[in-house]
């Protein structure tokens, strides 16, 4: 059964500070890994897209990486802001069929 | 350019009822699909439509059904409603290109009683 999972899932930081969120997976193969931020009441936004032959992605303060040999893959937020706080969702899409597996995230809070 | 759209923004139903969920795409957007999300999970892939044709479903009961419209908006269905169908309904649509990212609406948060 593919599945992700991320880890911590829930994560309190102060404001200014760094942290690392990690998403494991067992899609096999896949076409895609995607990393969203979802604040609450609204829907997840897009950040970064790898495919599996990336190994890199930053968008702005965010960048994520991607180990495909031990299907692991990390969003590093640098320099957090307040606006951070939100749910980061991890999203992997299968090489075959259309059924993205997402991640149940990882809720952040950055605290002044 | 106006985002994804979904209508209502808030429902309450009864158990037993049915109710329908609307979804209007991104401008040249022909894929759309649909996603539930109950409190605190991630979401949980429900459909993909493209070209009104059915591209995927999730694990999901027969009570669940959706189409798509020749302007590819579309609706999602859902029958004799159950406590457990209350989660926020998310609709995306994507591009053509390869990897296209997904470009969620804000749902529509439904609660059953």
């Known amino acids: 059964k593919n599945q992700v999972e991320q880890s911590p899932q829930s994560l309190i930081i102060l404001e200014g500070k760094n942290c690392t969120l990690q998403c494991n997976y067992t899609v096999s193969p896949f076409s895609n890994l995607r990393w969203y931020k979802q604040d609450t009441g609204r829907g997840p936004v897009s950040l970064t897209i790898m495919t599996f032959s990336e190994n890199t992605k930053s968008n702005g303060r965010y960048t994520a990486t991607l180990d495909a040999d031990t299907k692991q893959s990390s969003l590093h937020i640098t320099a957090s802001q307040l606006s951070d706080s939100a749910s980061y969702i991890c999203?992997?899409?299968?090489?075959?069929?259309?059924?993205?597996?997402f991640g149940g995230g990882t809720r952040l809070m950055v605290k002044p | 350019d106006a985002g994804v759209t979904q209508s209502p923004t808030h429902l309450i139903k009864t158990r037993g009822q049915h109710v329908t969920l609307r979804c209007s795409p991104i401008?040249?957007?022909?894929?759309v699909s649909w996603y539930q999300q109950v409190l605190g999970q991630g979401p949980q892939f429900i459909f993909q439509?493209?070209?009104?044709?059915?591209?995927g479903r999730g694990n999901f009961p027969d009570r669940f059904s959706a189409r798509q419209f020749p302007n590819y908006s579309s609706e999602l269905n859902v029958n004799a409603l159950l406590l457990g169908d209350s989660a926020l309904y998310l609709c995306?649509?994507?591009?053509?290109?390869?990897?296209?990212?997904?470009?969620f609406g804000n749902g529509t948060r439904l609660t059953v009683t």
């Open positions: 439509y493209y070209e009104k044709e059915e591209r």
């Open positions: 401008s040249g957007h022909k894929s």
């Open positions: 995306a649509s994507s591009g053509d290109r390869v990897n296209s990212p997904l470009h």
């Open positions: 999203v992997v899409t299968p090489d075959a069929g259309n059924m993205l597996t």
